[in-house]
């Protein structure tokens, strides 16, 4: 891979799994930091130091060892360029429906 590539520096909807080696996984949190997109993010580690550390990637989700964990109740908001507006649990209803009123004058019957 190579960082210039589109599937590394725009928001790429699978399938497609880029992958980037790094010397550290500092280096990892710092190069996930930097994009201008925040949907979601996913860290695979052991060390408990790391999940801590993954909190500072700017993500609307951030699965720790697992990929679309979560159930009807996970409510996010994308980070940066991702979109706005909160998703998931009563947002998803919120966003999918919307209020509306009807005024009707009353008839005149002759």
Do not use: C
Request: proline share 7%; charged share 20%.
């Amino acid at each position: 891979m190579d960082d210039s590539m589109a599937v590394m520096t725009e928001e790429t909807f699978g399938p497609v799994a880029p992958v980037r080696v790094v010397d550290s996984f500092k280096e990892g949190v710092k190069l996930a930091s930097r994009s201008r997109f925040g949907l979601a993010a996913t860290v695979y580690t052991g060390n408990p130091d790391h999940v801590t550390a993954a909190r500072a990637i700017p993500a609307g989700l951030l699965w720790v060892n697992e990929w679309q964990g979560g159930g009807p109740g996970r409510l996010f908001e994308p980070a940066r360029d991702s979109g706005m507006g909160a998703w998931g649990a009563q947002a998803a209803y919120d966003a999918a429906t919307r209020p509306a009123a009807i005024r009707t004058a009353p008839v005149q019957r002759s």
